[in-house]
Nanobody, 120 residues
């Protein structure tokens, strides 16, 4: 089994910054990709950014230039630095990971979500 634990959400004024963390634990052979999704009230969950094992990243257009994903491979942890936050960034942020648990099995894991609220 694989567990993802997120932290770092909260309330911030527009223009402010927050940093989210997501730590993976459990039966981890290697990590294929990790990333962040978000879900605003009344909307579908959408991709924010992900990073693959080789280091390539893919950002949603709405966060390019403001959000930065980074990782600590030794800790199986990814971080999301969010700057210049806007009210439309408000939502529950979910960590997602595709993890090899052995040579042949990939697990798609989700965190419990952390709420980010940006006030205008």
């Amino acid at each position: 089994q694989v567990q993802l634990v997120e932290s770092g959400g909260g309330l911030v004024q527009a223009g402010g910054s927050l940093r989210l963390s997501c730590a993976a634990s459990g039966s981890i052979f290697s990590i294929k990709a990790m990333g962040w999704y978000r879900q605003a009230p009344g909307k579908q969950r959408e991709l924010v950014v992900y990073i693959i094992s080789g280091g390539s990243t893919n950002y949603a257009d709405s966060v390019k230039g403001r959000f930065t994903i980074s990782r600590d491979n030794a800790k199986n942890t990814v971080y999301l630095q969010m700057n210049s936050l806007k009210p439309e960034d408000t939502g529950v942020y979910y960590c997602n990971a595709n993890i090899w648990t052995d040579y042949s099995r990939v697990v798609d894991a989700w965190g419990q979500g952390t709420l980010v609220t940006v006030s205008s």
